[in-house]
């Protein structure tokens, strides 16, 4: 018998990939320049081209058994070691090799995680607005997902909201900073008072409540905000993260998930970790992308780009009459829509061309979400269409 769910999945893309494929439909009907596509978090950025350097260096100069070849399931040892030792010293906090596993980027390292933490009919939190693949990744592990909405002026947690969330059957909350789809980034003050209602609630229950802590944006931040490094805050954090974004290489996959030290009955949870990803069939990142790392480790793309789009965009869309938060790091604005559906909006934008993400699969209605990570001509190009857009319903910009 086929399995439903899956099937159902596959029958339908989620939102933003819909857009996404709508949009190479239009670009191949009306050219490239024609279309202002806003769906997809795929930077538009090229890679430090020391990333080029290196994969060339690889590959002319390791024998290609050893380049093409598996390595250790949890990844390759003095890959590890490199991450380790960079992590150590960014963070203030010792990391160490056999806390590190290897994942096919951030997805692999959510659901490995939660596939390790979470038993079938326990909760797990996210806070809303969400990036919707949370979701699917919860409810795969079998757990049952409850919804936190963010405050509304900001889209930080609010945190009295969580502590009335959390019940005997939480198992795990997943915090995304800085947030897709809001731009958010929580502050240590925020991040430590969670800690604080996580640790009263363990002791309440008899049971560790985990804290995942998915980071690909981790390096994209603005205006002098920062990302506080949570396991030094909450003991129980599992960290996810992808060289995706930071890098600008999406499409290759390759991440971590990281088990520090001060996680309660660590071995067992990095075992879990590992174990999930052998019933999963993720053992073995890309060994060519491991191999990548140690040479690029705290290399970036140039990263003022999408400060410098983010800017024009906000400033553009508050003249016309768009209700927008500043977004404070990774690569995407959260608009309200002017109309309470926001997908009814969304079809109304495809008119100028506009290709935007209503919100309701993130969680929330009435917004929509733009990814700036595109280039800073096509912005240019789209004001006039956002413009057309703001006129039809009625906005009273500058």
Request: charged content about 20%.
């Amino acid at each position: 018998m086929i399995n439903e769910r899956m099937r159902d999945l596959g029958r339908r893309r989620s939102a933003i990939r819909d857009i996404f494929e709508y949009g190479l439909l239009r670009k191949r009907e009306l050219g490239e320049e024609a279309v202002y596509d806003f769906s997809l978090g795929n930077p538009s950025v090229p890679p430090p081209e020391a990333v080029n350097r290196e994969l060339l260096r690889i590959i002319e100069e390791l024998p290609s058994v050893t380049l093409h070849g598996y390595t250790s399931a949890a990844g390759d040892l003095s890959v590890r070691e490199a991450v380790a030792g960079y992590l150590s010293k960014t963070h203030g906090m010792e990391v160490f090799a056999n806390e590190l596993y290897m994942t096919v980027g951030a997805a692999a390292a959510l659901t490995c995680a939660l596939n390790a933490l979470v038993q079938r009919g326990e909760e797990v939190i996210l806070l809303s607005p969400y990036f919707p693949e949370y979701r699917v990744f919860a409810e795969g592990a079998g757990a049952s997902v409850v919804e936190v909405e963010c405050r509304k002026n900001d889209f930080h947690p609010d945190t009295s909201a969580i502590k009335k969330a959390i019940n005997e059957k939480t198992a795990a909350i997943i915090v995304n900073s800085p947030n897709n789809p809001t731009g958010a980034v929580y502050t240590e003050a925020e991040l430590s008072e969670l800690s604080e209602i996580l640790l009263d609630a363990q002791k309440e229950y008899g049971h560790p409540i985990y804290l995942i802590a998915d980071e690909p944006y981790r390096e994209l931040v603005f205006g002098g905000a920062r990302v506080p490094f949570i396991p030094r805050l909450y003991h129980n954090t599992v960290v996810c993260y992808s060289f995706s974004k930071s890098l600008s290489i999406p499409g290759e996959r390759i991440g971590f998930a990281l088990v520090p030290k001060n996680v309660t009955n660590r071995t067992d949870v990095y075992n879990a970790i590992a174990g999930a990803g052998r019933s999963l069939g993720y053992v073995c990142a890309p060994s060519l992308l491991q191999r990548l790392l140690p040479a690029v480790l705290g290399m970036t793309s140039e990263l003022s780009v999408y400060d410098e789009n983010r800017r024009l965009l906000f400033s553009a869309l508050s003249k016309m009459g768009f209700s927008v938060v500043p977004p404070e790091g990774a690569f995407y604005m959260f608009l309200r829509s002017p109309i309470e559906n926001a997908a009814e909006f969304c079809l109304a934008a495809r008119k100028y061309e506009l290709l935007l993400v209503p919100s309701d699969s993130f969680g929330v209605s009435g917004y929509v979400r733009i990814s700036y990570c595109v280039d800073t001509e096509m912005i240019k190009r789209s004001l006039p269409a956002f413009g057309a857009l703001a006129k039809e319903f009625g906005l009273n910009g500058d």
